[in-house]
């Protein structure tokens, strides 16, 4: 296949696929945050997203100005290593350089197949997988520095949390602007500062399209302004994953109020998947200081081209 065939049998991402690829991705076990049409479809703000059915099996091909990649391992009930090689065609057919073409989000239970079929395997960042009951109360030793600034929160401040609402939206990217313009100006490394305004794309899409893909959270409000607010969607029925937490940066222990709060709502899940950390040191610590239950490994598939 080429760049003209997968145009040709491809479709473009669209909300209305959301029950095509839940039908696929309920195929299988999945423990990666990536397995999810909510996860999927807010990268639309950043990547030219398109499907297709090969063999009987779904392939997401995420596009940009670089190239083209496949964002999760093709999907289905049994797997067929035919549909592997189209798709590595149809990619190559659009990437100049052939080592842009590759899967990623590859969960281990796969790795061994991967590799048996000759492709390269690197790892990713990892998920980081927490027990909601732990998130929660906060308690021990292992979690006094939360526990501290939670409860100053509390005691300093007159707050109203409740449900974050579709109508959030405006007051919620104004505050991301706030809180995107102070994390900039603590940095000065290119690549943070270009994810960071990446993510605010990102958080739009989410924000915009929050009810159709199923996304719950809270808001917390003081003053009657939202000062932070926090959000996700559903993985199974025993795993909430946590997309986005921002909150005023200037507000002492705020943050670590609404994480807990989040995490006493989620009454109806085991853990909170707090997705993976970028590769950014500061943020590997952060979730680290949370005590993950397990670190959920992802890899990557090429080939030696």
Known sequence: MTKNDIS?????????????????????????????????????????????IIDHTLCVFFRDKIGCFMYLPPLAGERRPEALKKAFTIMDGINKNKDISRIENIELQDLDYYRALGYI???????????????????????????????????HQNFNARKLRVTDKTDCLNLFSLWLNERKGKSSDEIYCGMLDDNRKVISEALVNYKQLGFAGIAVMINREIKGFTFGYKLSKDTFCV????????????????????????????YINIMDDSGLENLRKVKLSYKPTALIPAYIASRDV
Do not use: M
């Open 8 to 52: 040709q049998q491809s479709h473009k991402l669209a909300l209305k696929d959301k029950r095509l690829f839940n039908k696929y991705l309920a195929l299988s076990k999945h423990v990666l945050a990536a397995f999810s049409f909510a996860n999927i479809y807010i990268w639309k703000s950043l990547f030219d997203i398109h499907w297709v």
């Open 121 to 155: 395997v690197r790892q990713k960042y990892p998920d980081y997988l927490c027990l909601r009951s732990d998130l929660a109360k906060l308690s021990g030793n292992k979690f006094k520095s939360q526990r501290a600034s939670y409860n100053y929160f509390i005691k």
């Open 243 to 270: 997309l986005y937490e921002i909150t005023d940066l200037a507000i002492k222990g705020l943050a670590q109020f609404i994480f807990r709060k989040l995490c006493e709502e989620l009454k109806i899940y085991k």
